[in-house]
């Protein structure tokens, strides 16, 4: 890493930004590792001391480098999610519909039922059954409220048994707006009880390890309380 990096016309220091965190992600800097100085990165990009002043001090805003006082700047660990944080802006600035919303959704779960298939552990599988008991019993109890939690609760294990961090963080930025409508689709009776047996369906295939079977559950899923959705509320604008 001797050759000087081009400076292009975006800002001096949003550029400098964007290289050394495209770096760290690629693991060209790791986790607990001390960054060059102040020093060699005004020579490598060819910048004022100002400059890389500023890029460090939004790397650490961003909460991807600690800045530890007289002995220097450290990689943090790389919160994806943090990163990510600017789809939601993408998300709200733009009208989005149940449909669009949805489908989006669609994808990224099948993607992550896929992977948590391929990668689920004797332990995921007695998390799964558990939850599917506990979801069980609020149906029983009639405790929308509760299966509300529960439904969100099992789509975020779903996604961390994944174990792919880049696809969770764009689904938790996707998620903020979905809220509204996953917590309206859970008030309806019978959209619960076709989202329980779904989910069955899901986890059967994932415990099997049928990698395509869980992806397309999950896209049946998903596409079933949307369709039921928009036959209750009607295909508007996102209340974002």
Same mark, same amino acid.
């Given at each position: 890493?001797s050759?000087?990096r081009?400076?292009?016309t975006?800002?001096?220091c949003?550029?400098?930004v964007?290289?050394i ?9 790791s ?5 060059p100085?102040?020093?060699?990165f005004?020579?490598f990009y060819?910048v ?8 460090i ?30 789809l ?9 519909n149940i449909?669009q919303l ?9 993607g992550?039922?896929?992977l948590?298939?391929? %990668?689920?552990?004797p332990?995921? =599988? +007695?998390?799964?059954? !558990?939850?599917l008991?506990e979801?069980g #019993? /609020? @149906?029983?109890?009639t405790d ?5 939690l529960?439904?969100?609760k ?8 994944s174990?792919n961090?880049l ?10 707006i979905l ?6 689709s %859970?008030?309806?009776?019978?959209? =619960? +009880?076709?989202?329980? !047996? ?5 986890? #059967? /295939? @994932? ?6 079977g ?5 896209e ?6 949307m369709?039921?959705l ?11």
């Amino acid at each position: 890493m001797s050759t000087r990096r081009i400076i292009g016309t975006k800002t001096k220091c949003d550029l400098v930004v964007d290289d050394i965190l495209s770096m760290i992600c690629k693991g060209e800097y790791s986790e607990g590792e001390k960054l060059p100085s102040e020093k060699y990165f005004t020579e490598f990009y060819g910048v004022s001391r100002v400059t890389i002043r500023e890029s460090i001090k939004k790397l650490s805003v961003l909460g991807v480098i600690d800045v530890v006082q007289g002995e220097g700047t450290y990689v943090k660990q790389i919160d994806m999610g943090v990163l990510l944080k600017p789809l939601y802006s993408v998300f709200a600035l733009n009208e989005l519909n149940i449909n669009q919303l949805f489908t989006a959704r669609k994808f990224i779960e099948s993607g992550m039922a896929r992977l948590a298939a391929v %990668n689920r552990t004797p332990d995921d =599988v +007695i998390k799964m059954n !558990e939850l599917l008991d506990e979801m069980g #019993s /609020a @149906i029983n109890d009639t405790d929308t409220d509760r299966f509300y939690l529960l439904d969100i609760k099992f789509h975020v294990l779903i996604a961390g048994i994944s174990g792919n961090r880049l696809l969770r963080a764009t689904y938790d930025a996707l998620y903020d707006i979905l809220t509204s409508y996953i917590k309206t689709s %859970n008030s309806y009776r019978s959209i =619960v +009880i076709r989202s329980y !047996e779904q989910h069955k369906q899901i986890v #059967s /295939a @994932i415990v099997s390890q049928d990698e395509f079977g869980a992806g397309a559950e999950m896209e049946s899923h998903i596409e079933s309380v949307m369709i039921s959705l928009i036959e209750h509320v009607g295909n508007q604008q996102a209340d974002i």
